[in-house]
């Protein structure tokens, strides 16, 4: 029997370190039978491009390249933290290549469970988040992310404080359910994709929603939990030949 994680918003980062020692313990007890695990997006906090190194980062990409190391395929996912993975000025090496994995499209249909379930971040879900929806179509465009990235690190890294801070501001005054999936787009993409289930993280929302599909058809819609660095828990999914279940994480 082949096992797979999946986990999302980990919003790693130096000054989080229980979350940072949480993925470690995680990933490095793996049972025999895990072939895949897939980081759904927001892996890091904050992410300004693929040159920022430092002993941090080589800590972390040492935890991936372990998974590799036992066999597992490992399969990231933009998020909106963490946009510019694999991106960068000329000559970096992209993130996934690093950590020994490889960067999925936004949208990815994936044989998990027994069935085709449809794996992304989550944002793009949000559509009834103006706001959002247009900044995520500016910050995904190669000309805004190539103006961005043109930039020293230093400034960069500004930047970025700028936008959490922003962004949080911004999220502290929208209602509970612009923040959340808009019910018919979830219908809309997996009809599109023919899929009767869908895995997401970025609401930190985690829960398991019955979707009613065009046709009569019923399906579900797993939402991934964020990692709390307070309670020390997270809420993950393991995947096997035959069903898809969420659990709590402790570390």
Same mark, same amino acid.
């Given at each position: 029997? @082949?096992?797979?994680?999946?986990?999302?918003?980990?919003? /790693?980062?130096?000054?989080?370190?229980?979350?940072?020692?949480?993925?470690? &313990? /995680?990933?490095?007890?793996?049972?025999?039978?895990?072939?895949?695990?897939?980081?759904? %997006?927001? /892996?890091?906090?904050? #992410?300004?491009?693929?040159?920022?190194?430092?002993?941090?980062? !080589?800590?972390?990409?040492?935890?991936?390249?372990?998974?590799? @190391?036992?066999?597992? +395929?490992?399969?990231?996912?933009?998020?909106?933290? *963490?946009?510019?993975?694999?991106?960068?000025?000329?000559?970096?090496?992209?993130?996934?290549?690093? &950590? %020994?994995?490889?960067?999925?499209? +936004?949208? =990815?249909?994936?044989?998990?469970?027994?069935?085709?379930?449809?794996l992304m971040h989550g944002d793009q879900l949000c559509t009834l988040d103006e706001?959002?929806?247009?900044?995520?179509?500016?910050?995904?465009? =190669?000309?805004?992310?190539? %103006?961005?990235?043109?930039?020293?690190?230093?400034?960069?890294?500004?930047?970025? $404080?700028? #936008?959490?801070?922003?962004?949080?501001?911004a999220n502290s005054n929208k209602a509970e359910n612009i923040m959340d999936v808009?019910?018919?787009?979830?219908?809309?993409?997996?009809?599109?994709?023919?899929?009767?289930?869908?895995?997401?993280?970025?609401?930190?929302?985690?829960?398991?929603?019955?979707? $009613?599909?065009?046709?009569n058809m019923s399906g579900e819609r797993l939402v991934l939990g964020d990692w709390? =660095? !307070?309670?020390?828990?997270?809420?993950?999914?393991?995947? *096997? *030949?035959?069903?898809?279940?969420? =659990?709590?994480?402790?570390?």
């Amino acid at each position: 029997m @082949a096992r797979a994680l999946l986990l999302s918003d980990v919003h /790693l980062a130096p000054d989080l370190p229980r979350c940072t020692t949480g993925l470690k &313990a /995680l990933l490095g007890d793996l049972p025999a039978d895990c072939t895949a695990v897939y980081v759904l %997006g927001d /892996l890091f906090e904050v #992410w300004v491009g693929d040159d920022n190194r430092s002993d941090y980062l !080589d800590e972390v990409l040492a935890m991936f390249r372990a998974v590799g @190391a036992q066999g597992a +395929e490992l399969v990231f996912c933009h998020g909106n933290r *963490d946009f510019l993975l694999d991106c960068g000025p000329a000559g970096s090496t992209p993130f996934s290549a690093q &950590a %020994g994995g490889r960067m999925m499209a +936004e949208a =990815e249909v994936v044989e998990l469970g027994g069935a085709p379930a449809l794996l992304m971040h989550g944002d793009q879900l949000c559509t009834l988040d103006e706001a959002y929806m247009a900044f995520r179509a500016q910050a995904r465009s =190669e000309a805004w992310q190539q %103006g961005i990235l043109g930039q020293p690190l230093e400034q960069r890294l500004m930047i970025a $404080e700028m #936008w959490r801070m922003k962004s949080k501001m911004a999220n502290s005054n929208k209602a509970e359910n612009i923040m959340d999936v808009t019910p018919s787009e979830v219908v809309r993409v997996m009809a599109a994709a023919g899929v009767e289930r869908l895995i997401h993280g970025h609401t930190h929302r985690p829960m398991r929603h019955q979707v $009613e599909l065009p046709g009569n058809m019923s399906g579900e819609r797993l939402v991934l939990g964020d990692w709390r =660095e !307070d309670s020390g828990e997270a809420v993950i999914a393991w995947a *096997d *030949d035959s069903s898809v279940s969420l =659990e709590t994480w402790r570390f």
